[in-house]
């Protein structure tokens, strides 16, 4: 079946630290990768996503890329700011099962200055 | 530019009373959703309608009725609330069937069941 593992938080970085945040997936089909970002009191908003293998998402200094060898879509920024705090969450659509999404369960990000 | 809009915000009921969450979208999509988020589990899908007079059933489905009334809006109804139905509910929604079309999320509805 379809799952995403994500690892798990929450990680607390400084200002200006290099982030990584590890992602996995198992698809029956051929899927697409998306990292959803959710700040406190809203829904998730799209942060970035790659529809093919080998293809990199990029999006406000935040990049995955979809690595279909090693099933992982792992988020990375170079540089992390205070208002980087949020939960990120990695999903994944795959047409074969009518485009369904499956969501990991949420890294907590808390960058302090 | 509203995208999804869900009403109400916030929710309190108590065990056995109904209610209906409301969401639209202006985005001319034609698949919505109905997630809920709880604390460690991520979202799970509750009801989904692929397409205007469709509806399906999610993960997680049982004590839900979801009416796709047209094709902006989709609403929630939960009969007989319950404490385990306490949770953060979201309404999605995308164009479907396109390859990496992402969901759309409205903001939540943050229900309480006492």
């Known amino acids: 079946g379809n799952s995403v593992t994500q690892m798990e938080g929450p990680v607390t970085l400084s200002e200006e630290a290099f982030l990584t945040i590890n992602c996995t997936y198992t698809?029956?089909?051929?899927?697409?990768l998306f990292w959803y970002v959710q700040y406190p009191g809203e829904g998730l908003q799209l942060l970035l996503k790659?529809?093919?293998?080998?293809d990199k998402g990029s999006n406000k200094g935040f990049e995955a890329t979809y690595r279909k060898e090693t099933t992982s879509f792992h988020l990375e920024k170079g540089s992390v700011q205070v208002s980087d705090s949020a939960v990120y969450f990695c999903?994944?659509?795959?047409?074969?099962?009518?485009?369904?999404?499956?969501f990991g369960t949420g890294t907590s990000l808390t960058v302090i200055p | 530019n509203a995208g999804v809009t869900q009403t109400p915000k916030f929710q309190v009921l108590k065990t056995g009373q109904s209610m209906t969450l409301q969401c639209a979208q202006d985005m001319n999509h034609n698949s919505m959703y109905w997630y809920r988020q709880d604390p460690g589990m991520g979202l799970r899908l509750i009801y989904y309608s692929a397409s205007e007079g469709t509806t399906d059933k999610g993960e997680v489905p049982n004590g839900y009725n979801v009416s796709r009334l047209n094709k902006r809006e989709f609403s929630l109804r939960l009969e007989s609330a319950a404490p385990s139905q306490t949770s953060v509910y979201f309404c999605?929604?995308?164009?479907?069937?396109?390859?990496?079309?992402?969901?759309?999320f409205g903001n939540g509805t943050r229900l309480t069941v006492t």
């Open positions: 790659a529809t093919k293998a080998d």
């Open positions: 999903a994944l659509s795959d047409r074969s099962v009518g485009n369904q999404f499956y």
């Open positions: 999605a929604s995308r164009t479907g069937g396109a390859r990496g079309s992402p969901l759309h």
């Open positions: 698809a029956t089909g051929y899927p697409s």
